[in-house]
C-alpha cells in the first residue's frame, strides 16, 4: 500500500511546494499467494491482470512490464504514465546480470541554475503560480524510452501487442477505483487551469468524478495507437512532441513557461547503469545507482546494521507464538537501531548523491559509500540507549559538497517474475499526485524537475549537488531492490525477492 514520504525543509535551500499523494489506507492480515511459474505486483489490479496476461502467454518480465505500465497510466494516472520516468532493475536469468536502466526524466538543455529559483534574471519572482504547476516543473520524459530499452533486449512479444490491454480499455472504459477517487477529491481544486484535466476528471459542476463512475480516455486510446505502430518516436517527435512542448510553454492564467525544445525531447537517452550490489549477512542486495540515492542509501542502512545482531531483536508474536501473517509487533530497540542507521545513510545522501554525469560520487562510484569498513565506522555513532538527533555525513576529501533535502512524494512500483527466472523491480512516477496538473492527448505531464534543488547554493554558499544543470537528472529516492541467495562458493545464487516502494526508502 502507498505510504506518503514525510517532507522536510533542506538546510540552507528553500523547499518546493508539493502535495505528496493521499494516503489510501493500511490491509492487514492479506493471505500469503503462491505461484507456480510466474507473478506479477503492481498498484493497481488492472495493470496486474494485463501482466499476467502477457506472462501467461509466454512473455517475459520486459513484455509485462510494457503492459503494466501503459495500464497503470490510464487506471492510476495520479502516480506514473508514459510522460514521467522510471528506474528499473532487471535480473536475466539465462546471463545471471543485473541490469539497471535510468529513465530518469532530465532537465531541458536551455535550463540552468536559477530554473525554477525564479523567472529570469530580470524578473527574480518565484515561478507562477508555484514552481510545482509552472512549465518549470515539467521535466523530458524518460519511461517510454526505458520500456523501449528493456523490451528491445529481453523482450519476446512484438512491441505493438503489449498495448492492446491499455488501448482497450481507454476505449472501452474503466470504472474509477476508490483511490483515484479520493485522489481526485484532494487535488480537484488544483484543475483550474487546464481545461483537458477538468473535463476529464470532473463532473460538469466542477465535483471530483467519484468511485465507481466510468472512464473512458479516446484521447490516450489514440496516443498509445501511434506508440504501438511507430515505437517511442512517435512520442518523441511529431504531434505528440508538439504538443508536449506547448503544453510546457503554455502561459495561460499567467502561468511562467518552460522552455523545453522539440529537440530536448528527440534527444532524451535511457542510461544503462552498474546496480548497486552489496553483501548483507548471508545475501546479496541489488539495488539503484545515482542518480537515484536509494540503492547506495539502503546498501549503507543494511551496512551499519551489519554491526548489530538484529536476530535477537525480532518482533514480538501478536497472539502465543505466532506472529501472524504482518509479522508481529516489532520491538522498540530494533526500531531503534533501523532509525539510526537510516539517519547516518541519509545524511550521506542529502550532501552527496547527485546525477553522477555531473556530480561524481565520493571517489568516483558508490564504493566507497558502502564500504564495510567505513559503514562499521558510522555505526560506532549509534548510541543504542537515545537518539543522535540530526545526523551528520561522513567526510570524503573527493567529495562535491552541497546539501539538500527533496523527498518523493507519489510513485509507483512493479515487480514481475517470469517464467524463465527473469526478474523485474520497477519504481515509475510522474512526481507528485497528477504531476504538474496538466494532461496532453490523454495522459498527464510529470512534475519531476521540483526534485531538484530550487536553490543552486547551501547557507555557506557551497554548491549544492542536486541543483538545476541543463541536461541533469534529478536525484530521486526511488529503491527498486533485487535480493539474491549465496551460492556454496560465495558467488550470487538465485534470485529470491523482489521488491520496492512508492515512497522514499
Keep these: 500500500m502507498y505510504r506518503p514520504s514525510s517532507t522536510a525543509s533542506p538546510t540552507g535551500a528553500r523547499d518546493i511546494s508539493v502535495n505528496p499523494e493521499g494516503a489510501s489506507g493500511y490491509r492487514s492480515g492479506l493471505p500469503v499467494t503462491h505461484t507456480k511459474d510466474y507473478a506479477a505486483a503492481t498498484a493497481n489490479p ?80 518565484a515561478p507562477k503560480p508555484d514552481a510545482r504547476s509552472s512549465g518549470r516543473a515539467i521535466g523530458v520524459p524518460g519511461a517510454l524510452r526505458l520500456l523501449e530499452a528493456v523490451h528491445g533486449e529481453h523482450g519476446q512479444k512484438s512491441w505493438r501487442e503489449l498495448f492492446d490491454p491499455a488501448t482497450k480499455l481507454a476505449d472501452d472504459g474503466f470504472d474509477i477505483s476508490p483511490r ?71 502561459t495561460t492564467g499567467g502561468r511562467t513557461a518552460g522552455t523545453m525544445t522539440l529537440e530536448d525531447l528527440a534527444n532524451y537517452q535511457v542510461k544503462t547503469r552498474e546496480a548497486v550490489c552489496t553483501p548483507y549477512r548471508d545475501r546479496e542486495l541489488c539495488g539503484m545507482p545515482a542518480p537515484s540515492s536509494g540503492g547506495i542509501t539502503v546498501a549503507q542502512a543494511l551496512g551499519i546494521l551489519n554491526s548489530f545482531d538484529l536476530s535477537k531483536l525480532g518482533p514480538a508474536a501478536v497472539h502465543g507464538a505466532d506472529p501472524g501473517p504482518d509479522g508481529g509487533i516489532p520491538t522498540a530497540e530494533a526500531i531503534h537501531l533501523i532509525s539510526e542507521a537510516e539517519r547516518l545513510a541519509y545524511a550521506d545522501r542529502d550532501k552527496y548523491i547527485a546525477d553522477p ?64 527466472g527473469n526478474v523485474a523491480s520497477m519504481t515509475t512516477t510522474i512526481e507528485s499526485a497528477f504531476g504538474s496538473y496538466h494532461m496532453v492527448d490523454g495522459f498527464l505531464l510529470n512534475n519531476q524537475l521540483t526534485d531538484f534543488s530550487a536553490e543552486p547554493a547551501d547557507s555557506a554558499g557551497q554548491p549544492v549537488a542536486n541543483r538545476v544543470q541543463p541536461n541533469k537528472r534529478p536525484r530521486s529516492s526511488m529503491s527498486p531492490t533485487i535480493l539474491f541467495a549465496k551460492g556454496s562458493d560465495g558467488a550470487r545464487g538465485d534470485a529470491i525477492g523482489a521488491l520496492g516502494s512508492p515512497a522514499a526508502p
Design 46 to 125: 488492472i495493470a496486474t491482470k494485463a501482466a499476467c496476461e502477457v506472462l501467461a502467454g509466454g512473455g517475459t518480465a520486459a513484455d509485462a512490464l510494457v503492459a503494466a505500465q501503459t495500464v497503470l497510466g490510464l487506471v492510476e494516472p495520479q502516480s506514473s504514465g508514459i510522460a514521467g520516468g522510471a528506474f528499473l532493475l532487471y535480473y536475466d536469468a539465462k546471463s545471471k546480470k543485473v541490469q539497471a536502466y535510468d529513465g530518469r526524466e532530465t532537465a531541458p538543455a536551455s535550463a540552468d541554475e536559477n530554473y525554477l529559483r525564479w523567472i529570469s534574471p530580470d524578473d527574480r519572482t
Design 180 to 250: 483515484l477517487a479520493g485522489a481526485l477529491a484532494d487535488e480537484a481544486e488544483n484543475f483550474a487551469d487546464d481545461a483537458d484535466l477538468k473535463a476529464y476528471f470532473l463532473e460538469p459542476d466542477g465535483a471530483p468524478k467519484k468511485a465507481g463512475v466510468r472512464l473512458t480516455n479516446p484521447a490516450y486510446a489514440k496516443t498509445l495507437g501511434a506508440i504501438a505502430s511507430e515505437g517511442p518516436k512517435a512520442f518523441y517527435t511529431g504531434a505528440i512532441a508538439q504538443a508536449i512542448v506547448d503544453s510546457v510553454r503554455d
Design 357 to 420: 554525469d555531473f556530480i561524481p560520487l565520493p571517489g568516483g562510484s558508490p564504493a566507497a559509500l558502502v564500504d564495510p569498513a567505513y559503514l562499521a565506522g558510522r555505526a560506532k555513532l549509534i548510541d543504542r540507549n537515545k537518539s543522535m538527533g540530526t545526523a551528520k555525513p561522513g567526510e570524503f576529501a573527493t567529495a562535491t559538497p552541497g546539501v539538500t533535502t527533496t523527498p518523493e512524494h507519489g510513485t509507483s512500483h512493479i515487480t514481475v517474475l517470469d517464467k524463465f
